[in-house]
Each structure stands twice: as C-alpha cells, then as structure tokens.
C-alpha cells in the first residue's frame, strides 16, 4: 500500500558539494548546494541550483564561474557551516578551515584544497526555474588527488569517502552493489 503525497522534490540521496566562486577583489565564499547533477557526458556539464537570494547567486552569475567540490566525510561538519551561515557575514573559508586554492582553467572562482576532486567550470546558461536559478556549466578542468588513483592511474572514487544528502541528514557512501553491465554479463 502507498499513500499519495502532494509534489516534492523526494529524488535522494544527492551529492552533498561545496561550491566556490568569487568576484576579483571580493571575499570567495562556499556554498553547499544539494541540487547538483550531470548533465552531459560531451562536453561535460553539470548544474548547481542556487536561489537568487543566496550570496553566491550574485557571484557566479557575475563571474561566470564556479568549481564543484566533492566532499568527503572528513569535511562534513565544514560542508554543513557552508550551508547554513551566509556568505555576506562570514568568511566560509577561515570558519570552516578551508584553503582557497587557484582552480586549473578559471580566472576568479577559487577550488577548496581540502576536497580531493575539484570540477572547474564556466557558466554556460542559466536557467531561470522558480525558487531556484539552474547554472549550467561546462567543466573546463579536473583537480583530483593522486591517492584516489590505482596503479594504472584509474579513479577509485571509493577513496574518497565521499557523503551524500538526504532528507537533511549526510550519509557516508557505501559498499557496491553491482557494476555497470553486471545485469546482463555472461557468467564464465
């Protein structure tokens, strides 16, 4: 039996990121942003969503940049300050001990040395949705830490330890379940 709800947005869990940017001569800021997602694989995209009343809005639509970072357990309670303290009054960096670094392929918005992936991106298009303004951006650079790479150089994202959001609490990732194919390889 199920019961029938009213719309909401229940697609979970989500990738808990921190995204930096900034404005030349301003403070960067952080925000954590749970509405982000693929969008392309040629050329690769992906979108954040960010209400137009959050700091942040004003400063990737303006510089029209932004890096994605990825966020590990290791870095939960500062992904968590990044969300709920605003940008205009604390600098997110210093509060959450966090480096601002110089993001591979952009001119202004900043990565976070501390996350071991960094998606480095150009605003392609905003899209205008309702509570929320959708950037889209193209990836122009990948940041990623050597120790999530094997010995034949291949990511293992499992490394990483990375968190996801769902129903306000950050959940660490798990074990696999499967492998892309694995439903329909022939047994040997």
């Known amino acids: 039996m199920k019961q029938t709800w009213k719309p909401g947005n229940l697609l979970n869990p989500a990738p808990a990121v921190m995204v930096s940017c900034a404005l030349p001569g301003e403070r960067p800021n952080i925000i954590t ?3 982000a ?8 995209m992906v979108s954040v969503s960010v209400r137009k009343s959050r700091h942040s809005h004003r400063l ?24 709920v303290k605003s940008g205009r009054d604390v600098d997110k960096f210093a509060a959450a001990h966090l480096t601002a670094a110089p993001a591979p392929g952009l001119e202004t918005a900043p990565l976070i040395a501390e996350s071991p992936v960094n998606l480095c991106c150009k605003v392609e298009r905003v899209l205008e ?3 929320h ?3 889209l951006g193209r990836i122009v650079q990948v940041a990623v ?4 790479l094997d010995r034949k150089g291949k990511l293992d994202l499992r490394k990483a330890d990375l ?26």
């Open 33 to 35: 942003v749970a509405w």
């Open 37 to 44: 997602g693929t969008v392309c694989s040629e050329p690769p």
């Open 60 to 83: 990737i639509r303006e510089s029209g940049e932004f890096v994605v970072n990825l966020v590990p357990a290791s870095l939960a309670r500062a992904c968590d300050l990044c969300g």
């Open 129 to 131: 949705l309702g509570s």
């Open 133 to 135: 303004d959708m950037f």
């Open 145 to 148: 830490e050597e120790r999530l």
């Open 163 to 188: 968190i996801a959001y769902s129903h306000g609490e950050y959940l660490r990732l798990g074990e696999a379940v499967g492998r892309f194919g694995f439903s329909v390889k022939k047994s040997k």
